[in-house]
């Protein structure tokens, strides 16, 4: 099987991901939370994420940011 992704965009990459950890970090989670909404959840995933996002927004804009 041929790679599609060349040996120095692979090092940029990695490169990038050690340079920006948080940014990161963030990405993995969100690509995460999104596979599992949209393969992996059932209604009752779907409502308890609905609750945790009201009160996450809630919080937000509570404090500002």
């Known amino acids: 099987m ?3 992704t060349s ?3 692979l090092r940029a990459t990695r490169a ?5 950890k948080e940014k990161a970090k963030i ?4 690509r995460t939370a999104r596979l599992f909404i949209n393969k992996h959840s059932n209604l009752d995933d779907l409502e308890e994420m609905k609750n ?3 009160l996450r ?3 937000l804009k ?3 940011g």
């Not at 990405?27 to 969100?30: D, I, N, P």
């Open 52 to 54: 945790l996002i009201v």
């Open 7 to 9: 040996d120095a965009q």
């Open 2 to 4: 041929e790679k599609k």
């Open 57 to 59: 927004e809630e919080e």
């Open 27 to 30: 990405g993995s989670y969100r």
């Open 16 to 20: 990038w991901e050690q340079r920006n």
């Open 62 to 64: 509570n404090k500002g």
